[in-house]
């Protein structure tokens, strides 16, 4: 969505969700559509105030209306005041757009996308990695059973994994919760719950440091940088017989 960051929207882009919900609208039940549209340059929400007939799957021309961005999330609005058309023959073909892969210099540029996919080297670790204790209420990471906002609390842990990831064009920040740290280490957090901190940290650090993985989730972007929130993570087989087809190039440029 890079012509509407902000402002009127105009853009052709395929329906990849749609949901309908009833909304009160000055006392009047009124049906609101949204969902999930792509183009080429990559996903946004979107919410329709009219019935324009949207069908999952389908590509229409939609001008009018506008785009906001939330930490770098395009979110589209449209009413009846819109004009959207349905194309029968689109040049967004529904394989472009099953992952949103994508160099961090261009996220870092975007600072945020919806549903992205990247791959790069985990450089740091970073604290507040490993087993963390959270208010059972707010869900704050708390310290010594005190939440700020609650006081004294009895808290539950969980574990997360908070990581720079590098690809050579730019670095952004990763939190990975309970569920795919769980994956990626290969432990749950019961095991966690019977090692020391450090301990648990010299393993995720031996683990993850300059290993190459790849992340899908949504990054957002706030003051602080581009984080990606994991909803997937998994390590990069390195090709090995493609790192012995260039180390006998290498060779034979030597002979
Ligand atoms: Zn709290």
Same mark, same amino acid.
């Given at each position: 969505?890079?012509?509407?960051i902000k402002?009127r929207v105009d853009v052709?882009?395929?329906?990849?969700?749609i949901?309908?919900?009833e909304a009160d609208?000055?006392?009047?039940?009124?049906?609101v559509f949204?969902?999930?549209?792509a183009d080429?340059?990559?996903?946004?929400q979107f919410?329709?105030w009219h019935?324009?007939?949207?069908?999952k799957?389908?590509v229409?021309r939609?001008?009018?209306?506008?785009v906001?961005?939330?930490?770098g999330i395009?979110q589209?609005?449209?009413?009846?005041?819109?004009?959207?058309?349905?194309?029968?023959?689109?040049?967004?073909?529904?394989d472009?757009?099953e992952?949103n892969k994508?160099?961090l210099?261009v996220?870092v540029? =975007?600072?945020g +996308? #919806?549903d992205?996919?990247v791959?790069?080297?985990? *450089?740091?670790?970073?604290a507040g990695?490993?087993? !963390?204790?959270r208010?059972?209420?707010c869900?704050?990471?708390?310290q010594?059973?005190?939440?700020?906002?609650?006081g004294?609390v009895e808290g539950?842990?969980?574990?997360?994994i908070?990581l720079v990831?590098d690809?050579?064009t730019?670095?952004?920040?990763?939190i990975?919760?309970r569920?795919?740290?769980?994956?990626?280490?290969g432990?749950n957090?019961n095991?966690?719950?019977k090692m020391?901190?450090?301990?648990?940290l010299e393993m995720?650090?031996k683990?993850?440091i300059?290993n190459?993985i790849?992340? =899908?989730?949504? +990054? #957002?972007g706030d003051e602080f940088?581009?984080?990606? *929130?994991?909803q997937?993570?998994?390590?990069v087989? !390195?090709?090995?017989?493609d790192?012995?087809?260039?180390l006998?190039?290498?060779?034979?440029d030597?002979?």
């Amino acid at each position: 969505m890079k012509k509407q960051i902000k402002g009127r929207v105009d853009v052709t882009a395929r329906i990849l969700e749609i949901n309908s919900h009833e909304a009160d609208v000055n006392g009047e039940p009124k049906k609101v559509f949204s969902g999930i549209l792509a183009d080429e340059t990559g996903k946004a929400q979107f919410t329709s105030w009219h019935d324009f007939n949207i069908k999952k799957g389908d590509v229409f021309r939609i001008t009018g209306g506008y785009v906001k961005s939330w930490k770098g999330i395009p979110q589209l609005t449209f009413d009846s005041a819109a004009s959207v058309k349905k194309l029968e023959k689109s040049k967004i073909s529904k394989d472009d757009l099953e992952s949103n892969k994508m160099p961090l210099h261009v996220l870092v540029e =975007k600072r945020g +996308a #919806l549903d992205v996919q990247v791959q790069g080297t985990v *450089i740091d670790v970073r604290a507040g990695s490993g087993l !963390i204790t959270r208010c059972p209420e707010c869900k704050r990471v708390i310290q010594d059973g005190i939440c700020s906002l609650h006081g004294k609390v009895e808290g539950i842990a969980d574990i997360r994994i908070k990581l720079v990831l590098d690809d050579g064009t730019g670095a952004v920040g990763a939190i990975l919760n309970r569920e795919v740290t769980e994956r990626i280490i290969g432990m749950n957090l019961n095991d966690l719950k019977k090692m020391k901190q450090d301990d648990i940290l010299e393993m995720i650090n031996k683990l993850l440091i300059a290993n190459k993985i790849s992340l =899908k989730g949504n +990054a #957002l972007g706030d003051e602080f940088g581009t984080s990606i *929130i994991a909803q997937d993570a998994k390590f990069v087989d !390195i090709d090995l017989k493609d790192e012995a087809e260039k180390l006998a190039n290498e060779l034979e440029d030597l002979l």
